[in-house]
């Protein structure tokens, strides 16, 4: 059983910074892309950042020069340090993680508040 656990939310000044982390846990051979979504309220549910085992990255638009995403394949864990933070941030985070062992299968977290005032 694949678990991931997110930490690292919580309410911030505009212009502050937030450090995400999420951690896999359990049986796995290995994890292939690991990401950060987000869901807004009465919005959909959009990819922040994602990282490849190697360590490519892709950002949306909106987050390009503000976030940062990294992992510690060691330790199986995703990290998204969050700079220059906006209202328009605000947001539950979701970890998300494609994880090969019997078959490549796709994980999310339970999501972590992040709040932004303004």
């Known amino acids: 059983q694949v678990q991931l656990v997110e930490s690292g939310g919580g309410l911030v000044q505009a212009g502050g910074s937030l450090r995400l982390s999420c951690a896999a846990s359990g049986t796995m051979f290995s994890i292939n892309v690991m990401g950060w979504y987000r869901q807004a309220l009465g919005k959909q549910r959009e990819l922040v950042a994602a990282?490849?085992?190697?360590?490519?990255?892709n950002y949306a638009d909106s987050v390009k020069g503000r976030f940062t995403i990294s992992r510690d394949n060691a330790k199986n864990t995703v990290y998204l340090q969050m700079n220059s933070l906006k209202p328009e941030d605000t947001a539950v985070y979701y970890c998300?993680?494609?994880?090969?062992?019997?078959?490549?299968?796709?994980?999310w977290g339970q999501g972590t508040q992040v709040t932004v005032s303004s």
């Open positions: 998300n993680a494609n994880i090969m062992y019997a078959s490549l299968r796709n994980y």
């Open positions: 990282i490849t085992s190697g360590g490519t990255t």
